[in-house]
């Protein structure tokens, strides 16, 4: 969906090294997310936000931080990255009211 | 927490003919069940939805049911296309619980021509 944008669409970087990851939103929701896919798996939710001050983890929040710049702005930040984060990560938006969400068009992130 | 179990994780079907996908849940607090389609490169994409208040729902060649006692739910395709080609998901949702979203492990539909 093009309301809801990420950079970079795909990273390389080695282990250890810190990993941003951005999302933005024009579709005007307060609740973003942060998702991984992985073969097989599904997607797997890492954090979720609510609004500016809301920050909450997900399932599988261990080795990840969030911050929501703003209400059209949240990034996923990977500390020292390891290779099992190898993986397609996706943000989306959520409309309260309906409950209905809508996902960028995700990064594939590889750590080496 | 919530536990969604899709089936099956493949599904190969002659154009023209029915798809069905089935999930299972197990949080009887769930109470919206979206679809989504993930074409290859791309972000998942909501087709249809439901809400536990009705049992079924159609939208062209698309169709959801709802068994709330039995916590299962299917999507139906019919006259499939090779465009309806792609991986779908389905989702669990319970309202109470703040809109977090569970979702299944996916099956991968091919339509032959």
């Known amino acids: 969906d093009a309301d809801v944008t990420q950079t970079p669409r795909n990273r390389i970087t080695k282990t250890g090294k810190r990993i941003m990851l951005e999302c933005s939103q024009t579709k005007g929701h307060d609740r973003m997310y942060w998702y991984r896919q992985d073969p097989g798996l599904g997607l797997r939710l890492i954090y979720y936000s609510f609004d500016v001050k809301d920050i909450n983890k997900g399932e599988i929040s261990d080795g990840y931080s969030v911050s929501r710049q703003a209400q059209a702005k949240f990034s996923l930040s990977l500390e020292s990255a390891i290779p099992n984060q190898t993986a397609l990560y996706f943000c989306?938006?959520?409309?309260?009211?309906?409950?209905?969400?809508?996902f960028g068009p995700g990064t594939r992130l590889t750590v080496l | 927490g919530e536990n969604v179990e899709q089936h099956p994780s493949t599904l190969s079907v002659q154009e023209g003919d029915s798809a069905v996908i089935k999930c299972t849940y197990s949080?009887?607090?769930?109470?919206?069940f979206p679809w989504y389609k993930q074409e290859l490169g791309k972000g998942p994409q909501l087709i249809i939805d439901?809400?536990?208040?009705?049992g079924e729902k159609k939208d062209q060649r698309i169709a959801v049911t709802l068994n709330k006692t039995a916590k299962h739910f299917s999507l139906h395709i019919t006259e499939t296309q090779p465009e309806d080609s792609a991986v779908y998901f389905c989702?669990?949702?319970?309202?109470?619980?703040?809109?977090?979203?569970?979702f299944g492990t996916g099956t991968s539909l091919t339509v032959i021509p």
């Open positions: 949080d009887s607090a769930s109470n919206y």
């Open positions: 989306a938006t959520s409309d309260p009211d309906r409950g209905k969400q809508f």
């Open positions: 439901i809400r536990s208040n009705v």
């Open positions: 989702a669990a949702s319970a309202s109470l619980s703040g809109n977090q979203f569970y």
